[in-house]
């Protein structure tokens, strides 16, 4: 909520963390705060040049900008710094769809799978690229691995 990204970003001003900077950063994402969110990651990025989660959700925030491209480049720089985060890979993926490169973003998909074969997310952002790619045989089987890896999340 508002109160919660204003105490966040006067945290973030006064103490410089890139921890918190981020933290305000989702807070801003989740508001559809699109510019304050994109303005706290490049100071994360700034501050941690490593911090991954910084980069994706900076990819995020192009993705709900429509900028599919950008949001790529920031999804592969995010998988960069941390290779084994099948997330990334995943959210890479659906740019990679978004851009009109399908066969790779199907590839993309499938080593998200492989790297994060028990991820919820994972698996249901894999089941919604299959089934746009006519792949329903396949996005039925990642959205049964979707609920059986989140059985209480309403969102599976």
Known sequence: NEAALETL??????????LIVREAARAALA?????????????????????AEARFMFGLVRDRQGQPEAALTFYRQASRVSPNEGR???AAADA??????????????QEAIALS????????RAGELFLRAGLTTEALEAFQHSVAARPRDPRA
């Open 9 to 18: 970003e006067m945290a973030a001003q006064s103490h410089r963390e890139p």
């Open 31 to 51: 508001l559809g705060r699109l510019d304050k969110a994109a303005e706290h990651l490049q100071t994360a990025i700034d501050q941690n040049p490593s911090d």
């Open 88 to 90: 990334y890979l995943a």
């Open 96 to 109: 990679l769809h978004a851009t009109g490169k399908e066969r790779e973003s199907l590839e993309a998909m």
């Open 117 to 124: 074969p028990d991820s919820g997310e994972v698996q249901q």
